[in-house]
């Protein structure tokens, strides 16, 4: 599928991270948040100490702009990044947070830097994951599985990225057996840096025979031919695009206002489904007074864009982006 034309899809979206060392985090994200700021982009990007992850949007040139400044940074000359567009700024405001972690994982003294597992481009991937032998993990939390995952993946259920250490503990003897030969493990996430951390982490936890996909299911539907293709449904974005396809292209879910869950035509047409207020999934748990305070909001969202304005409201938590 070819990517969107410009004209129709003016703003440039870039996925990136880089696991780096920086010594100094302050003296990286003051000016990487002046710079964002001046130019108008939009986004969120974390900086710490083990390196730099974020989605941004913005013009073509504002974008290019950030993207050479990140370069510049320590190690982050080929700095991993991912571009999409997008009609209208898929962000109302701009971030540049220092944090502990990137992608919070909450184990110590894992280090991507000192080796992850094998990278797997996107168009060996399919060979690799088609063979019966391999074991197949996706390690994005449940609700982005939900609406999308390769054929044969395993879904580990969590619901953040600090408990993937936990599940994969308690299943480790079912899933690789205590047998002589030492299965492989293929894993992946939305843009790759799930994936350098929990292919640390295994490793650190004594397995060698351990893939990734390099890029991620972005690169992945930006590479793969949909006929060739064994990603099924849709993939999770930490945006207000909220899911892409093939060719990176526009999803077909939304957001519920209400959980900050997906949902799919399906649920959109349950009758429990209230624009702006509730999901299937959440709509038995709000009270009466959330719910009228949530139609409130949605009211003046509409009003904010028949009036051609920006409306700054919740945002999707990117605590596990990429």
């Known amino acids: 599928m070819e990517a969107p034309p410009a004209d129709t899809m003016p703003i440039c979206v870039a996925a990136l991270y880089r696991f780096a060392r920086f010594t100094d985090v302050e003296a990286v994200r003051a000016p990487l948040a002046r710079l964002c700021c001046s130019l108008g982009v939009k986004g969120t990007l974390l900086v710490a100490e083990e390196g730099i992850n974020g989605t941004i949007a913005g013009d073509d040139a504002a974008i290019a702009q950030v993207v050479d400044h990140v370069r510049t940074l320590p190690g982050c000359a080929d700095v991993d990044v991912k571009l999409s567009r997008a009609a209208s700024l898929p962000f109302h405001r701009l971030k540049v947070r220092r944090k502990r972690e990137i992608v919070t994982m909450g184990e110590p003294g894992i280090d991507p830097l000192e080796g992850t597992g094998h990278y797997v481009a996107a168009e060996d991937w399919n060979a690799l994951i088609s063979d019966p032998a391999t074991i197949v993990i996706d390690t994005r ?38 047998g002589d030969r030492e299965p492989r493990v293929a894993m992946f996430c939305t843009g790759g840096i799930r994936c350098e951390k929990s292919t640390a982490f295994l490793k650190a936890e004594g397995v060698e025979q351990v893939y990734h996909l390099k890029g991620g299911i972005l690169k992945y539907l930006e590479t793969v031919p949909p006929d060739e293709s064994l990603w099924q449904g849709e993939c999770f974005v930490f945006d207000q695009r909220v899911a892409v396809g093939h060719g990176l292209a526009p999803g077909t879910h939304s957001l519920c206002h209400g959980c900050r869950m997906p949902v799919g035509a399906e649920d959109r047409a349950s009758p429990l489904y209230e624009e702006g207020v509730s999901c299937p999934a959440c709509a038995a748990a709000r009270s009466d007074e959330q719910r009228a305070g949530y139609a409130e909001r949605h009211r003046q969202e509409a009003l904010a864009a028949a009036r051609g304005v920006a409306h700054v409201g919740a945002t999707i938590a990117p605590r596990d982006a990429g």
């Open 141 to 178: 939390n449940g609700y982005e599985v939900a609406i999308g995952s390769f054929a044969r993946a395993i879904d580990p259920g969590t619901a953040s990225f600090r408990d993937f250490p936990t599940w994969f503990r308690a299943e480790r003897e079912r899933l690789l057996g205590n």
